[in-house]
C-alpha cells in the first residue's frame, strides 16, 4: 500500500507542477539557474566518463577478437552500437541519478526541513512549480549532454583503439560508417528524455515530500538515487523492447 500511495503522490505533485504557473520572468532565471546547476555542473564528470568508457569499451573488443578472420573494423563498429545505444544514454543517466538526482532531493529537502516551501505558500506561490518546473525545462536540454557523451566516447574508442595499435586508422573509421542505422540515433535520443524527465521529477518527489530533519535528508538522497536508477533500467528494457524488438 505504501508503493501505492508513493505512487499517487507523485502524479498528484506532476499534477500540481503544470498547475498555477509562476511569473514568467522569475521562471526564466530560475530555468537559466538550473541549466547552469544540473548541466553544465555535469559536463566534466560526463566528459571524463564517457572518454574513457570509450576507450575500455574498444580495448576489450579489441583483445577479445583474436580470430584473424575476424576483421579489425569490428572493433570500431562494436564501440559505435555500444556507446549510442547503451553506454551514453543509460550509463551516463545512471551516474547522474547520483550527482543530480541527489542534488535536487537534498536541496529540495532542506528547504522543506527550514520551512521555506511553507513560507512559498504563504506567500501564495505555487511551490512545486516553481521548485521542480524549471528542472524539467532544464533536463530538456539534457540530450545535448548525452550527445557529447557519444561523441567522446568514440572519441576515446579511436584514441585507445589506433593509438594503442590494435586498429589502424582507416579500418576503425571504415568500421564506424559500416551498416549505420540512423533510427538507433532516434532510439537513444527518445529514451534520453524519458530519462531526462525521470531525472528532474523523481529526486523532485523524494526531496518535495521528505518528512524529518537533516539527517532524513541524506537518506531521502539515498532513496532517490535507488529508485531513480531502478525505474531508469526498467523504462530502458520497456523502450527497447517496444523500439528495438
Known amino acids: 500500500m505504501r508503493y501505492l500511495q508513493s505512487i499517487g503522490e ?16 522569475v521562471l526564466r532565471e530560475l530555468i537559466f539557474k538550473e541549466i547552469d546547476e544540473i548541466i553544465m555542473g555535469s559536463l566534466g564528470i560526463v566528459a571524463f566518463l564517457s572518454f574513457f568508457i570509450g576507450a575500455v569499451v574498444a580495448l576489450q573488443t579489441a583483445l577479445n577478437l583474436n580470430n584473424p578472420l575476424i576483421p579489425k573494423s569490428l572493433v570500431a563498429f562494436a ?24 542534488f535536487i532531493t537534498s536541496s529540495i529537502g532542506s528547504m522543506r526541513v527550514t520551512e521555506q516551501i511553507d513560507a512559498l505558500e504563504v506567500m501564495g506561490i505555487n ?3 516553481y521548485l521542480i518546473f524549471p528542472k524539467i525545462i532544464a533536463m530538456l536540454t539534457y ?3 548525452i550527445a557529447i557523451s557519444m561523441f567522446l566516447g568514440i572519441l576515446g574508442a579511436y584514441t585507445a583503439a589506433v593509438m594503442g595499435g590494435f586498429v589502424p586508422a582507416d579500418l576503425f573509421l571504415q568500421g564506424l560508417q559500416e551498416e549505420f542505422d540512423p533510427y538507433h540515433l532516434f532510439y537513444a535520443f527518445f529514451k534520453t528524455f524519458l530519462f531526462a524527465f525521470i531525472l528532474a521529477t523523481l529526486p523532485s518527489y523524494h526531496g518535495y ?18 529508485w531513480t536508477s531502478v525505474v531508469i533500467i526498467i523504462t530502458n528494457y520497456i523502450v527497447t523492447q517496444l523500439l528495438l524488438s
Not at 515530500?209 to 532513496?223: D, F, I, N, P
Open 143 to 145: 540530450p545535448f549532454l
Open 209 to 226: 515530500y521528505m518528512k524529518g530533519g537533516s539527517l532524513e535528508v541524506g537518506q531521502a538522497s539515498t532513496t532517490s538515487f535507488v
Open 127 to 129: 511551490s512545486l512549480n
Open 79 to 102: 564501440a559505435r552500437q555500444s556507446i549510442i545505444l547503451e553506454f551514453a544514454p543509460t550509463f551516463i543517466s545512471i551516474i547522474m541519478a547520483g550527482k543530480v538526482g541527489s
Open 10 to 25: 507523485y502524479f498528484l505533485m506532476l499534477k500540481g507542477v503544470f498547475g498555477r504557473m509562476t511569473k514568467r520572468s
